[in-house]
């Protein structure tokens, strides 16, 4: 049996660094009797060695042959470390999964009560439609390893397998380190799935209070099964981002966590959706933005910081093993960013809007968090904080700009996820190590197949199912028409009394 032949390797090695040890002590001894100032130098001689004999165990076991079964590997060395990065990994999808109740809740607050109901009910709709559209097609298609159907471009997709037997060379190639180093197929997946899932919740935000039901909910699933999986595949997946740019400006383009390829992906996705949808009823009267206003501030704060616990997640599951020193940095660059993102945008809008605004104030947090996504993992401390605090001014100017050219996005998701996504990615060009023509070209992709993606099909719903409630409807809230419940059923809106 393989484990037994490694176990016999560990034993004996073992037994040699305890002789080695005695050694070392009786020849400490014999020089300390002769000349005490040797001492240090055969103390380090001796750590030298050990650590070498240390290394060479290591080796060993590394170099053993590949186990036949999960329950033979459950008995290698590398059983707990594997198990320590798998858990946190997944420990860091189930934080990633929180994000979603983060995102009902600010969605939630910042529109008006009468469409509560229809916004909480897409958001649950894009949990439970993501993850089975991500499980049918979606994942195989954004990793498709030499699969591609378009070399880089494009790669069908296919369902993801029902189980693997774990005493079998399936179970072995997919539940162990053969697999990957730090987790599970299972694993991959499930942390992958609540990516795909936010980035149609993006969406939710930008075209709240006036969208169909039935049409969202087509335009959506579209989105997770087929649109985000294939900028995915271009950088993750090992298309022509992951190497292409490389050999036309010399470096590769860098997006730790989906700057680009999850948050600006949903930000000019949504912007499509938004053109073809047209502003709320009331938004812009007589050439002049009239603030419509959400009803409820707890809720958008509670949110707020619903999402930034998720994104110690969503960064530092990144990592993609519970390495102690990349984790740590990413919760550092993390945190930083968000809070600088938030002081920026508050005293900004004081600056601007003459007074401090809690609205701008919280999406600037969510604009730091979306800019330190890219480079999380490469950016220093201090970085970060700059990095964060020029989203925050950033999302501040970009919310004001599209209420100026009348494109009403009621939670800001656009210019949070979209014009700070794109940011975050240069970002890494300038404070995380990459290059900024190659994170330039390749943000400027990802929003522009989004963009284009989501236009087209928004487009043909609205062809075919219409994209806009009755303006009836509209006045009278998504809640009763699309719904027939309201949310606060025992309490009456300020504007009806």
Same mark, same amino acid.
């Given at each position: 049996?393989?484990?037994?032949?490694?176990?016999?390797?560990? =034993?004996?090695?073992?037994?040699?660094?305890?002789?080695?040890?005695?050694?070392?002590?009786?020849?400490?001894?014999?020089?300390?009797?002769?000349?005490?100032?040797?001492?240090? &130098?055969?103390?380090?001689?001796?750590?030298?060695?050990?650590?070498?004999?240390?290394?060479?165990?290591?080796?060993? @076991?590394?170099?053993?042959?590949?186990?036949?079964?999960?329950?033979?590997?459950?008995?290698?060395?590398?059983?707990?470390?594997?198990?320590?990065?798998?858990?946190?990994?997944?420990?860091?999808?189930?934080?990633?999964?929180?994000?979603?109740?983060?995102?009902? =809740?600010?969605?939630?607050?910042?529109?008006?009560?009468?469409?509560? %109901?229809?916004?909480?009910?897409?958001?649950?709709?894009?949990?439970?439609? $993501?993850?089975?559209?991500?499980?049918?097609?979606?994942?195989?298609?954004?990793?498709?390893?030499?699969?591609?159907?378009?070399?880089?471009?494009?790669?069908?997709?296919?369902?993801?397998?029902?189980?693997?037997?774990?005493?079998?060379?399936?179970?072995?190639?997919?539940?162990?380190?053969?697999?990957?180093?730090?987790?599970?197929?299972?694993?991959?997946?499930?942390?992958?799935?609540?990516?795909? @899932?936010?980035?149609?919740?993006?969406?939710?935000?930008?075209? @709240?209070?006036?969208?169909?039901?039935?049409?969202?909910?087509?335009?959506?699933?579209?989105?997770?099964?087929?649109?985000?999986?294939?900028?995915?595949?271009?950088?993750?997946?090992?298309?022509?981002?992951?190497?292409?740019?490389?050999?036309?400006?010399?470096?590769?383009?860098?997006?730790?966590? $989906?700057?680009?390829?999850?948050? *600006?992906?949903?930000? /000019? *996705?949504?912007?499509?959706? %938004?053109? !073809?949808?047209?502003?709320?009823?009331?938004?812009?009267?007589?050439?002049?933005?009239?603030?419509?206003?959400?009803?409820?501030?707890?809720? +958008?704060?509670?949110?707020?910081?619903? !999402?930034?616990?998720?994104?110690? $997640?969503?960064?530092?599951?990144?990592?993609?093993?519970?390495?102690?020193?990349?984790?740590?940095?990413?919760?550092?660059?993390?945190?930083? *960013?968000?809070?600088?993102?938030?002081?920026?945008? &508050?005293?900004?809008?004081?600056?601007?809007?003459?007074?401090?605004? !809690?609205?701008?104030?919280?999406?600037?947090?969510?604009?730091? !968090?979306?800019?330190?996504?890219?480079?999380?993992?490469?950016?220093?401390?201090?970085?970060?904080?700059?990095?964060? +605090?020029?989203?925050?001014?950033?999302?501040?100017?970009?919310?004001?700009?599209?209420?100026?050219?009348?494109?009403?996005?009621?939670?800001?998701?656009?210019?949070?996820?979209?014009?700070?996504?794109?940011?975050?990615?240069?970002?890494?060009?300038?404070?995380?190590?990459?290059?900024?023509?190659?994170?330039? %070209?390749?943000?400027?992709?990802?929003?522009?197949?989004?963009?284009?993606?989501?236009?087209?099909?928004?487009?043909?719903?609205?062809?075919?199912?219409?994209?806009?409630?009755?303006?009836?409807?509209?006045?009278?809230?998504?809640?009763?028409?699309?719904?027939?419940?309201?949310?606060?059923? /025992?309490?009456?809106?300020? *504007?009806?009394?």
């Amino acid at each position: 049996m393989r484990v037994k032949h490694n176990r016999s390797i560990m =034993t004996i090695m073992k037994k040699l660094l305890i002789i080695l040890g005695l050694a070392a002590t009786v020849a400490s001894m014999s020089v300390l009797a002769a000349d005490p100032e040797p001492v240090a &130098a055969a103390a380090d001689a001796v750590v030298a060695t050990v650590t070498a004999t240390t290394e060479a165990v290591a080796d060993a @076991a590394t170099a053993a042959p590949a186990v036949s079964s999960y329950e033979e590997f459950t008995a290698t060395p590398a059983f707990p470390k594997f198990v320590v990065d798998n858990l946190w990994v997944l420990i860091s999808a189930a934080l990633v999964f929180i994000m979603h109740a983060g995102f009902a =809740t600010v969605e939630t607050g910042l529109t008006q009560s009468k469409n509560t %109901v229809n916004i909480l009910f897409k958001n649950v709709f894009i949990v439970c439609m $993501g993850v089975l559209a991500y499980a049918a097609w979606g994942f195989n298609s954004m990793y498709p390893g030499d699969n591609w159907t378009i070399s880089g471009i494009f790669a069908l997709g296919g369902p993801i397998p029902g189980s693997f037997d774990p005493a079998t060379a399936d179970g072995v190639a997919n539940l162990t380190n053969a697999y990957n180093p730090a987790y599970t197929y299972w694993t991959d997946f499930i942390f992958q799935a609540m990516f795909a @899932a936010t980035a149609a919740t993006i969406v939710s935000g930008a075209v @709240a209070e006036r969208i169909k039901l039935g049409s969202f909910m087509v335009g959506a699933t579209v989105l997770v099964l087929v649109g985000y999986p294939i900028t995915g595949s271009w950088e993750w997946g090992g298309g022509w981002l992951n190497s292409g740019l490389d050999k036309m400006f010399g470096a590769e383009f860098i997006d730790f966590a $989906g700057s680009s390829l999850v948050h *600006a992906f949903g930000g /000019y *996705a949504a912007l499509a959706a %938004v053109l !073809l949808l047209g502003p709320r009823k009331g938004k812009f009267v007589g050439g002049k933005v009239r603030p419509i206003l959400g009803h409820s501030m707890p809720l +958008a704060t509670i949110g707020v910081f619903l !999402l930034f616990l998720g994104w110690f $997640g969503f960064n530092g599951g990144s990592v993609l093993s519970a390495d102690p020193a990349g984790v740590s940095l990413v919760f550092v660059t993390t945190t930083v *960013a968000g809070c600088a993102g938030g002081l920026a945008a &508050a005293f900004t809008s004081w600056g601007v809007l003459k007074k401090p605004d !809690l609205s701008m104030t919280l999406n600037g947090i969510l604009a730091g !968090l979306v800019g330190i996504t890219a480079g999380a993992d490469t950016t220093s401390a201090w970085g970060a904080v700059a990095v964060g +605090a020029i989203a925050g001014v950033l999302v501040v100017f970009a919310v004001l700009f599209f209420d100026k050219i009348k494109i009403d996005d009621p939670v800001g998701a656009v210019s949070v996820h979209g014009i700070c996504g794109n940011w975050g990615t240069i970002a890494v060009g300038i404070f995380g190590g990459g290059k900024f023509m190659t994170q330039l %070209v390749g943000t400027l992709a990802v929003s522009a197949f989004a963009f284009f993606f989501s236009l087209v099909v928004f487009g043909i719903v609205k062809a075919v199912l219409g994209l806009r409630v009755s303006e009836e409807e509209e006045v009278e809230g998504l809640d009763v028409g699309e719904h027939g419940m309201p949310a606060y059923p /025992y309490f009456q809106p300020v *504007a009806e009394r």
